[in-house]
Structures are given as structure tokens and as C-alpha cells.
Nanobody, 124 residues
Framework: QVQLVESGGGLVQAGGSLRLSCAASGRTFSSRYIMGWFRQAPGKEHEFVARISWSGGSSYYADSVKGRFTISRDNAKNTVYLQMNSLKPEDTAVYYC????????????????WGQGTQVTVSS
């Protein structure tokens, strides 16, 4: 099994920054997994935020966060990060880390493993 544990969420004012971390562990986890982030605001579906290839050489972002968020990974630490800058109130959501053995696109349920989520709240 694989466990994903997110951290780094919190309350921040609009225009501020946060850095989320997701630590992966488990006997079957491989650094070759595709990693990503989704978010879910109250009453809404899971929304794709960003994903990164196993090597870190390729990343993809939702249009809503492009230019403000950066995804990265440290395979030596089995950790993926999401640096969030210029935060807006509409970024408020629970942020979930995901991992997939194969390309899983922008559908939350296509991934193989999910974290429990970390709350990000952006005040205006």
C-alpha cells in the first residue's frame, strides 16, 4: 500500500503564499509514480490543479493556477510540493495529493492513491 500525507495548509491573506508538501510512503510506492494535486471547495467536485512526471521534467497546470503555482518533487525524499503564490480567495479549498502508476490525466478518480487533504483558506 501507499500512504500520502499532506501538510502546509493554513490561513493566508489574499496575495500571500503557501507551500504544500506531500510525503509518500509504503512498500509499493515508487518514485516513478506520477504525482499531482487536486482541490475541492465546499459543494464542488474535485478540481485538477497540477501534476508532475516521475522525473520532474514535465509538469502540467490548470489554467486557473498557471503562473501562480509551481509543482515540484524530490524523489530522494519521496515528497512532492506545491508552491502557491499570489493566492486568491477562490483558491480556498481542501487540497489533495494524488499518485498514479500511469498517466491519469485530470480525473481525480483515475489516480491510484489519495491523501487525506489539507485545508487552504485565503481571506480577502
Amino acid at each position: 500500500q501507499v500512504q500520502l500525507v499532506e501538510s502546509g495548509g493554513g490561513l493566508v491573506q489574499a496575495g500571500g503564499s503557501l507551500r504544500l508538501s506531500c510525503a509518500a510512503s509504503g512498500r509499493t510506492f515508487s518514485s516513478r509514480y506520477i504525482m499531482g494535486w487536486f482541490r475541492q471547495a465546499p459543494g464542488k467536485e474535485h478540481e485538477f490543479v497540477a501534476r508532475i512526471s516521475w522525473s520532474g521534467g514535465s509538469s502540467y497546470y490548470a489554467d486557473s493556477v498557471k503562473g501562480r503555482f509551481t509543482i515540484s518533487r524530490d524523489n530522494a525524499k519521496n515528497t512532492v510540493y506545491l508552491q502557491m503564490n499570489s493566492l486568491k480567495p477562490e483558491d480556498t479549498a481542501v487540497y489533495y495529493c494524488v499518485a498514479g502508476r500511469y498517466y491519469s490525466g485530470s480525473n481525480y478518480y483515475n489516480y491510484d492513491y489519495w491523501g487525506q487533504g489539507t485545508q487552504v483558506t485565503v481571506s480577502s
